[in-house]
Nanobody
Framework: QVHLVESGGGLVQAGGSLRLSCAASGRTFSGYAMGWFRQAPGKERQFVAAISWSGGEKKYADSVKGRFTISRDNAKNTAYLQMNSLKPEDTAVYYC????????????????WGQGTQVIVSS
């Protein structure tokens, strides 16, 4: 069992930055690909970014390419999402997820999910 806890959300003005963290506990973190997803009110959950357990493979949604960066620190059992140049349309609850398969993360068929952290971007 892997327990995921997100943090770092909040209210920020358009053009600002936030860094989200996802702390994993419960069993070894290594071996698990990690991902970030988001869900805005009234909309379906969408993929944001994914990273392989080694960090060597990353994938981003087109809407965040060049603005968001996913990373991880396996020694700290933590994944991160650095969000720059935020836009009002980035407003959503952000979730992290974990799975042993990188493509399972990309496809949102993950074994483990966090509870989410709210990001609000004001215009």
């Amino acid at each position: 069992q892997v327990h995921l806890v997100e943090s770092g959300g909040g209210l920020v003005q358009a053009g600002g930055s936030l860094r989200l963290s996802c702390a994993a506990s419960g069993r070894t973190f290594s071996g698990y690909a990690m991902g970030w997803f988001r869900q805005a009110p009234g909309k379906e959950r969408q993929f944001v970014a994914a990273i392989s357990w080694s960090g060597g493979e990353k994938k981003y949604a087109d809407s965040v390419k060049g603005r968001f960066t996913i990373s991880r620190d396996n020694a700290k059992n933590t994944a991160y999402l650095q969000m720059n140049s935020l836009k009002p349309e980035d407003t959503a609850v952000y979730y992290c997820a974990a799975d042993l398969g990188f493509m399972s993360v990309v496809r949102a068929t993950c074994d483990y999910w966090g509870q989410g952290t709210q990001v609000i971007v004001s215009s």
